[in-house]
């Protein structure tokens, strides 16, 4: 198993522009989630999904949209970047009995 | 919503000398609260967990307990090495349902073990 697959690593984006954070698990997980990490702030949940179909708002979802089409995929979806939005990005994912696993994180910076 | 609150924010101990990490809730719902292990540029790392119907938990040098009247539950490191300084995350969900997506995290715990 790969676990938890996170595309790109880091990511550099002006002011406005508009991108696809890629998520993928071959665990067969139900719940996926994405978290922002900042200094200082822990881990802040963005959106989450407890299965293909069904997604839901964590506490910072503005301006960030997700869909679950499958089980194995959960994008994240920047509509149009703000240098606050400047932050490591973490997918995670976990079978309903048991915490998560996380990938690899993805380094954004908002210019 | 659920709102974690975590302390200490720093924690400097000698090795070989305990560690205890606090976190309190506020959703008296909650019934699941693992324990995640970042270090530098990693990923968190899960390293235990706890549900509602247990009080304490083992696994080697880690505990964790939880005491549901008061909404808290803490981490106990014995015997600490370097190799357990890190970033140290408790989190609080409700579990066993759809609503176990919705983990919220405390905003960290960084431990320094001194040699």
């Known amino acids: 198993n790969a676990g938890v697959t996170q595309t790109p690593k880091f990511q550099v984006l002006k002011t406005g522009q508009s991108m696809t954070l890629q998520c993928a698990q071959d665990?067969?997980?139900?719940?996926m989630s994405w978290y922002r990490q900042d200094p200082g702030m822990g881990l802040r949940l963005i959106h989450y999904?407890?299965?293909?179909?069904?997604?839901d708002q964590g506490e910072v979802p503005n301006g960030y949209n997700v869909s679950r089409s499958t089980t194995e995929d959960f994008p994240l979806r920047l509509l149009s970047a703000a240098p606050s939005q400047t932050s490591v990005y973490f997918c995670?994912?976990?079978?309903?009995?048991?915490?998560?696993?996380f990938g690899s994180g993805t380094r954004l910076t908002v210019v | 919503g659920e709102n974690v609150e975590q302390h200490p924010s720093t924690l400097s101990v000698q090795e070989g000398d305990s560690a205890v990490i606090k976190c309190t809730y506020s959703?008296?719902?909650?019934?699941?609260f693992p324990w995640y292990k970042q270090e530098l540029g990693k990923r968190p790392q899960l390293i235990i967990d706890?549900?509602?119907?247990?009080g304490e938990k083992k696994d080697q040098r880690i505990a964790v307990t939880l005491n549901k009247t008061a909404k808290h539950f803490s981490l106990h490191i014995t015997e600490t090495q370097p190799e357990d300084s890190a970033v140290y995350f408790c989190?609080?969900?409700?579990?066993?349902?759809?609503?176990?997506?919705?983990?919220?995290f405390g905003k960290g715990t960084k431990l320094s073990v001194k040699p």
């Open positions: 995670a994912s976990s079978p309903s009995s048991s915490g998560y696993t």
């Open positions: 665990m067969n997980h139900e719940y």
């Open positions: 999904s407890v299965g293909a179909g069904i997604t």
């Open positions: 959703d008296s719902a909650s019934n699941y």
């Open positions: 706890i549900r509602s119907n247990v």
């Open positions: 989190a609080a969900t409700l579990g066993y349902g759809g609503s176990q997506g919705n983990l919220i």
